[in-house]
């Protein structure tokens, strides 16, 4: 029996391969011996080496993307001197397009699946394992049906060196409906105990209705749905299998509401049992009331929404053929993060056509001012086979060579501006993107730098780099003391001074107690709460007086801890801390907006932890005196 191994380098260990388990799934009636083996893009060359030799297979899948390709060039010739006479498949979006240029550059390769390789692959494997129609040099002897096919045929006299017949991209389609997807489900029961922890991906379409210029479903039309019947039965799969998250791979899933509303409403309905996270990719613009009404009854934790805004300059959006209705987008996200139910994610690119640093620092100010959960920068790929392909003369596009090909610079935007945003990028991310901090910036935000998001996070990436930040790992820890350093930078500054307002309405010592407070309360809601920078006034001893008689439900008036938590019952005080935390605050905190403000009387919180994660704050009468 021949075996195969399908290969798979991930971004990160979290991940898992679609790809791969399609492949698989789709060449089950054949009589071999599938393997998965998935690696990450940080292993060592010489140990996946011998990882693949250890399998021995006949035959090698591969699957090519940004992300892993510059890994793959470098591995495969390796594969070929251990495993000479192992036949090697690449597919994937990374060697779909510039087919004969790849072969070429990498002769270990055999065969190229170009496009969508369900159909293409079973006719290679049909060629291979039960037609035989290959040769001692690796190359076919019978001309494939299946245009999806790249494939060698060996040299002549008067050609030394290898015929390659490339073919084109395909995708997999229902000649007779063809909006109608049929894929085979790519999950198998004996593999998810392993995986069920792990991100896992899914469609239930393929095909876009848009046809923005950086995206490679520009180069296809039309969007295919799988039947619901079947959609449906494979998401109680991953619910049986306590799946942590599945991220739907749709590109646009609100494509066609006849198909997307009865999956979010059976997913609504699911059992209150499941666990398992659901992310969809959406044009937030496009929903109806009807439909954001049922995103607004998800259970809490049941769904999360990414939405890819890309810029908010209007003619920027025509230059990459995208249409934003930036006032349906805002009034839709406001009302999606009523119930505060789900996680919204929000997308910016960098480097788009005609977008220079103030244009782009609008853009982020725009889509901050919403206040998403997270707020992630890309920066532009050329990808093969988009239409951004064409711009790159016109807009004096510089970019990668090799994977990612990423942007460098263009016609507006120097090399100098898109280094300093990538700092910009990796600030961002440790503390906004990662939830920290974020009532202590907002206030610094809108105290010193009048509301302008971007020239606060522009100027503390300035102060970062300074520090030579950007080289290093920074602990999670460290990062309060960062913020509390240059806060201090700022308020010291003088008056006259870009970083400061024109109006200062607060003293130093007043800007001083607030950020303690903010600080401390961020501190407590990220990470964990493990995070206690030493610098902040923590006061848990000053009032373990009135704690522990909340603890103990003998406060003279207020609560008790029995009043607050449903079912308490006390155990004991390491129990307790691990659980829970009190801390007192001289401004009123809003726990759901960043709002603050100064009462005349100390705010009480608790921090409540659940399985080791902030869970929520319940504000807490304390009252000691009878």
């Known amino acids: 029996m021949k075996k195969i191994l399908w290969l798979a380098f991930n971004a990160k260990f979290s991940h898992t391969s679609l790809t791969v388990r399609y492949l698989r799934q789709a060449v089950a009636r054949f009589n071999i011996k599938s393997d998965i083996l998935e690696l990450t893009i940080n292993n060592y060359v010489p140990d996946i080496l011998s990882e693949i030799y250890e399998h021995k297979p006949d035959i090698i899948g591969v699957s090519c993307y940004i992300w892993n390709i510059e890994l793959i060039k470098h591995t495969l010739p390796l594969v070929r001197k251990v495993l000479p006479d192992t036949l090697i498949i690449c597919g994937g979006p990374e060697v779909s397009y510039e087919v004969t240029d790849f072969m070429r550059a990498n002769p270990a390769v055999d065969f190229v699946v170009r496009g969508e390789g369900e159909e293409a692959v079973m006719e290679l494997l049909d060629l291979i394992i039960n037609r035989r129609a290959i040769n001692n040099e690796r190359k076919l002897t019978v001309k494939p049906i299946n245009p999806g096919i790249a494939w060698r045929e060996g040299g002549s006299e008067v ?61 296809t039309a039309g969007v295919r749905y799988r039947p619901l019947e079947e959609v449906f039965k494979e998401l109680d799969f991953f619910v049986y299998h306590d799946v942590r998250q599945v991220k739907f791979v749709d590109r ?11 999956i979010i409403e059976y997913i609504r309905d699911l059992p209150a049992t499941c666990r398992t996270n659901f992310h969809f990719e959406v044009a937030v613009d496009y ?43 805002c009034s839709n996200i406001k009302a999606l993060q009523k119930n505060h139910n789900m996680h919204i994610h929000t997308d910016l690119i960098i480097g788009l056509p005609g977008e220079d640093l103030a ?42 060579d090799i994977g990612p090909y990423e942007v460098l610079s263009n016609d507006v935007m120097d090399y100098g501006e898109i280094r300093c945003l990538h700092i910009f990028e990796q600030v961002f991310e440790l503390y ?122 003998k406060l003279p008036s207020g609560q008790g801890a029995s009043a607050v938590i449903e079912g308490f019952k006390f155990t004991n005080w390491r129990e307790l801390n691990r659980k829970y935390h009190i801390e007192f605050f001289d401004i009123v905190v809003d726990s759901v907006d960043n709002g603050m403000n100064f009462s005349g009387h100390q705010q009480a919180l608790l921090f409540i932890y659940e399985s080791g994660v902030f869970a929520r704050v319940v504000e807490l009468n304390m009252s000691f005196k009878s």
């Open 252 to 262: 646009t899933f609100n494509a066609k509401k006849s198909h997307f509303l009865p």
């Open 359 to 400: 244009s782009f620092g609008q853009s982020f100010n725009d889509l901050y001012a919403l206040h998403t959960d997270m707020l992630q920068l890309g920066f532009l790929k050329f990808l093969k086979g988009s239409a951004m392909m064409d711009m790159v003369e016109e807009y004096h596009y510089e970019y990668m």
């Open 287 to 329: 929903l109806d009331d009807e439909t954001i009404k049922v995103l607004q009854s998800m259970p809490r934790g049941r769904v999360q929404l990414e939405i890819g805004v890309q810029t908010t300059n209007k003619e920027v959006l025509k230059r990459i053929s995208r249409v934003n209705h930036w006032e349906d987008i």
């Open 159 to 219: 050609a030394a060196e290898d015929i390659i017949h490339e073919g084109q991209a395909v995708t997999v389609m229902d000649r007779l409906v063809p909006s109608k997807l049929e894929l085979p489900f790519p999950y198998i029961d004996e593999e998810m105990a392993e995986i069920k922890d792990k991100i896992l991906y899914y469609e239930t379409t393929r095909g876009c209705p848009f046809s923005c210029a950086y995206c490679l479903s520009c180069a």
């Open 432 to 553: 906004h993107n990662a939830g920290r901090c974020l009532k202590s910036m907002e206030y610094m935000i809108e105290s010193f730098f009048g509301g302008n998001a971007f020239e606060f996070y522009s100027s503390f990436t300035d102060y970062w780099e300074k520090l030579g930040n950007h080289r290093r790992a920074i602990s999670a820890k460290k990062l309060y003391g960062y913020l509390w350093d240059y806060f201090g930078m700022v308020l010291n500054a003088d008056l006259d001074n870009d970083l400061r307002t024109k109006v200062v309405d607060r003293s130093a010592e007043k800007h001083h107690l607030i950020m303690d407070n903010l600080m401390r309360y961020d501190a407590l809601t990220a990470d964990s709460g493990q995070n206690r920078p030493e610098f902040l006034n923590w006061n848990k001893e000053k009032y373990q007086d009135r704690t522990g008689a909340f603890w103990r439900d």
